[in-house]
């Protein structure tokens, strides 16, 4: 079984930045994409950013430019750094993490005021 917690969410300003993090633990042996998802009220779950094992990386045009992903395969964890956040960028973070299946976070709620 693998756990999957997310952390670093909160209010902040337009402008603003926050840093997520998101550690996987259990029974793992190797994990392959580690991705951020988001969704804000009433709208679908969208993916926001996502890295292979080998560090390749890939972005919503939104986010492009402002937000970096990045991950640590000896912690298990993987980050999203957020920069220049926008009231839009409002939403539930999720972060869903691939083994030989796939396990998502509970969530964590990224707040920006405008």
């Known amino acids: 079984q693998v756990q999957v917690v997310e952390s670093g969410g909160g209010l902040v300003q337009a402008g603003g930045s926050l840093r997520l993090s998101c550690a996987a633990s259990g029974t793992i042996f190797s994990i392959n994409a580690m991705e951020w998802y988001r969704q804000a009220p009433g709208k679908q779950r969208e993916l926001v950013a996502g890295i292979t094992r080998g560090g390749i990386t890939n972005y919503a045009d939104s986010v492009k430019g402002r937000f970096t992903i990045s991950r640590d395969n000896a912690k298990s964890t993987v980050y999203l750094q957020m920069n220049s956040l926008k009231p839009e960028d409002t939403a539930v973070y999720y972060c869903?993490?691939?083994?030989?299946?796939?396990?998502w976070g509970q969530g964590t709620q990224v707040t920006i005021s405008s």
């Open positions: 869903k993490v691939t083994v030989y299946t796939v396990y």
